[in-house]
DNA sequence: GATGAATGAGAATTCATTCAT
DNA sequence: AATGAATGAATTCTCATTCAT
């Protein structure tokens, strides 16, 4: 089995087509993208006008400065994931579900790696600059929600038997695949995507007494283009 | 029982009598506080040297870059955790040195937490720089070979009941500590310093086998000043 | 005696229905507004296409650049003065005609106000920018004029009686006109309106040998609306 | 009879060999010059920098913004004239500090002049942004005062027999000498210095009751540099 | 060694002007 | 004619780095 590509829409990769309908994400789009390369202290208005295609005068006309481009690129480019968690729950029935919610959940190359990255510089502004944080805490929470209202679910239908009560092992879920993920995008060669896949599902099927063979196989296929 | 403050020298608070013997370290605390304060895209020369007490041209005579400084600061203020979590596993046996080492890998206001802010910001920096790497990837596996060691040793004595194999209980630990930490430190109001003891002793009793009553309770005092 | 509002027409005030027929006109009022309240180191064009309710490009349209429009402004504001002056003489005995200049040369708020503000804009302009001097001084001449002509035939005509020649008191009355309103144009909490009007009819019959008595007082009506 | 060189310090022209004492006047003064040339809407900073001699970074370097080197300047260049006119009545009788006065008063080419230019400047900012006011009519009260003492004292002494009360005739006096001088400043061809000192002679003798003969004829050489 | 004034390259920002629609 | 998005040159401002004292 094989989850499909999260997200349809041009995110985090340039789009030349872009429609006429918003150049102001066009521009977010694309501080996104110089976020991810460069991070917050190497962005540079005149590489987002250059990765955006267009003078710098226009990052100035849609953005009132430096500050709030950064600001706005960052919360634009985190809402993303909640939308996805919120449709995969939707579908199939909640072993399915939780190990879509699991593949989606790794730092695969693209947009969800790279999403990893913003987190990374979302987390670093913010415990410099608190004014960010009601939104941070926000985000945050819609996918603990998601994240509770699985497994709750999942063990209200007989599916997931935890090993303590469904809030605490959702916690434990969200905080493991964190602390996982941020090592594998970080870098560290003994944390592979591979390895951070192997060690996540089976502490989810522990934590939420599955068989491990009772939760299907799902892949991101790696060459599938995830725009 | 309570853990004594981790570190006798002056980490990350100013220390009004520097000795005159490493004006070089003095000025990489000075550093890493403004670290703290600012983050690497708001550390200035200028903050560093007024935070030092000393002009900026002294910075530039101990180090030869801006980056240079950033990099040396963030080397040096991550040293300490391992060397703490060295000593702590020295005395004592291996209950003992759990309930230790969880306490002291808490976000405590102080030392603890700014210790915190600095990993963000080293694993932001690397995230876009992996000129970094090799020194991020040695410090963290230093930290793990702790971790992993104790429950080596305390599984060989009888001490640790692991749910699982010892190497993977002692990842997931580490991946824990991250998950439940970074979210305090980040500010996020249902993730107090008190919650994530929780959820992390308990979940160092699940997965270690240990009955929850047989971890000692270790405290860091709050009115100890950490320096 | 009281002396109507000086021009009907809409001056510096923002007309809703403006003309089809001279938009220009329409575009300079709006400078002059602009002018009046931010100065020529503060016009944009920006502004003064929002003031007039179009759009930037317009005012390209009708003038050339930003130095076109912003002369041309000054031109255009400051002719008014000249033919409310010349208008006043026609009616009237010298006695009523003097007092009527007097009254209407006061900076009372509203366009008489706007309009000192704008000679203090053109004066600057011209000192640092001999090509408008031209402009400037044929305007000036046109109300010394006027002003010499009053003086001379009241003098003919017996109703004057200067203290010294008429050109020299005429003279003498227009720099007293300025040196004092500006003083209170700039904001002088020592020379209020009523001050200025005071000290000049009073230095004005000396001059020209009037019983103070003998001056028709006139005022321009406070409600009056001056456009 | 002659009136010595107002003041011996570098006010407006260059001065090749600056005091190290204090460099931030040497920018004020480089700031003044750049006014009197190009006026506050022309003024920039890399011009301030180029006429001081030093780097842009310089500028910024002792004045937190352009807004703040363009106030200070007005307010450091506009003091000059209240110490000269205090200096001028101490010496002689009533009479000659009386001759003295106006001929400081007029704009003669160099500072003079140039201290006209500004006080436009001055003016044409205020009326635009009170918050320059107080400095302003602090500084025109202090100059008011100097005009009110020297007539009340010599109506005093006997040496002036005003036409009207001694406060009044103070009042028209300054506003005469602004009325006139701007006119010249401005660059009216029928207002040349010498017509200014002239009219403003002949105005004064009347209005303090003063034989034309009596009046000490002061000059300020145009050969003298006025520095 | 220490200072901090000075530099100047480079980044953010502004805004007159253009031009496709 | 009108629009207003886009341009890009010009300007302000920042700050790492240098260097005379």
């Known amino acids: 089995m094989s989850v499909p590509a999260p997200m349809p829409p041009a995110l985090l990769r340039p789009s030349r087509l872009s429609p006429e309908s918003d150049k102001r994400e ?30 710098t005068g226009v990052v100035h006309y849609y953005f009132g400065s430096k500050d709030e481009i950064l600001v706005e690129a960052l919360r634009w480019a985190t809402r993303a994931p909640i939308q996805r968690f919120a449709e995969l729950r939707r579908g199939g029935d909640h072993l399915t579900a939780l190990a879509a919610l699991l593949e989606v959940s790794l730092p695969h190359p693209g947009v969800l790696f790279d999403e990893y990255v913003l987190w990374l510089e979302f987390w670093s502004t913010v415990s410099h600059d608190a004014s960010l944080l009601p939104l941070c805490e926000e985000l945050a929470t819609a ?85």
């Not at 998601?146 to 969200?174: C, K």
């Open 143 to 227: 996918y603990g929600n998601q994240v509770a209202a699985l497994v709750n679910e999942g063990t209200a239908s007989g599916a997931f038997h935890p090993v303590t009560d469904p809030d605490t092992v959702a916690v434990r879920l969200i905080a493991m695949v964190d602390g996982l993920s941020f090592r594998s995008v970080v870098g560290y060669s003994w944390m592979p995507l591979d390895r951070v896949r192997d060690l996540l599902c089976a502490f989810a099927c522990e934590q939420l007494g599955i068989e491990p063979d009772a939760l299907p196989q799902v892949r991101l296929d790696r060459g599938e283009p995830l725009q």
């Open 26 to 55: 066009h521009l977010l789009a694309a501080a996104a993208r110089v976020l991810v390369r460069d991070g917050t202290a190497g962005l540079r208005i005149r590489d987002v006008a250059l990765e955006a295609g267009v003078s």
